[in-house]
């Protein structure tokens, strides 16, 4: 049974910063940002973030983070190996096949899904590690 208790408030923090200054670097125009605002035919300022922007990526790395937090503590992931392959498992089944809708309904380029995707697995490998290693 998941537990919503018993996750390290560190731990906690940690993850979220890590999603978000690994998504800052990510998307930044000298690494994927350049080819992903291509593949979406924005503009360079497309990526320019703002207050709200940047408390909306917050809540968000935040709600992932707990998440991501409640599944290492309740399945008890305690190697750096299934942090890992707890990592993958959720990136697979939440995130590969979510985001590739886009694909398939929305037309979004599979460069961009490729980007995200690939940001949504470092990010949850990072994260699942965070919290085996500080339990």
Do not use: C
């Amino acid at each position: 049974m998941l537990t919503l208790t018993g996750i390290s408030p560190v731990a906690l923090v940690l993850a979220t910063l890590f999603n978000m200054i690994l998504g800052y670097f990510w998307y930044h125009p000298r690494f994927l940002g350049g080819p992903w605002i291509d593949a979406h035919g924005f503009r360079e300022d497309a990526l320019k973030g703002n207050v709200k922007s940047y408390v909306g990526a917050l809540v968000v790395g935040l709600i992932m983070a707990w998440v991501v937090g409640v599944f290492v503590y309740s399945l008890q992931a305690s190697t750096i190996s299934q942090a890992l392959e707890l990592a993958f498992f959720m990136w697979l089944g939440f995130i590969a096949t979510a985001h590739f809708s886009g694909v398939i309904w929305a037309k979004k380029p599979i460069e961009v899904y490729l980007i995200d995707a690939s940001f949504y697995l470092v990010s949850l490998a990072g994260m699942t590690l965070i919290f085996t290693l500080l339990k």
